[in-house]
């Protein structure tokens, strides 16, 4: 009985597909071309990574965060405003 139980085990581990151990394929890193304020061009030595974007220098960063705040500040004016009206 228990022979029966390891072949049918067996049987089961042939029948099942078989994976090659090894490497998988390696996936290419995606690799900037512009930054996100100045849409400059940016070569590999001048990355300037932060909050998930590239950016060319320091100095276009800051550029961004102050855009993006002043846009930020733009939309809740506009909220406040739209909500004046409905009351």
């Known amino acids: 009985m228990a022979d029966d139980v390891v072949k049918e085990e067996n049987q089961n581990l042939k029948s099942a597909p078989q994976v090659k151990p090894g490497r998988s394929p390696k996936k290419k890193k995606s690799q900037p071309t512009n930054c996100a304020q100045s849409n400059k061009r940016i070569?590999?030595?001048?990355?300037?990574?932060?909050?998930?974007?590239?950016?060319?220098?320091k100095q276009c960063f800051k550029l961004y965060g102050a855009q993006e705040a002043e846009k930020a500040e733009k939309a809740e004016k506009a909220e406040k405003a739209k909500q004046t009206k409905e009351a």
Request: no cysteine; glycine share 6%.
């Open 43 to 57: 070569r590999r030595k001048d990355w300037y990574y932060r909050n998930g974007k590239y950016f060319a220098n």
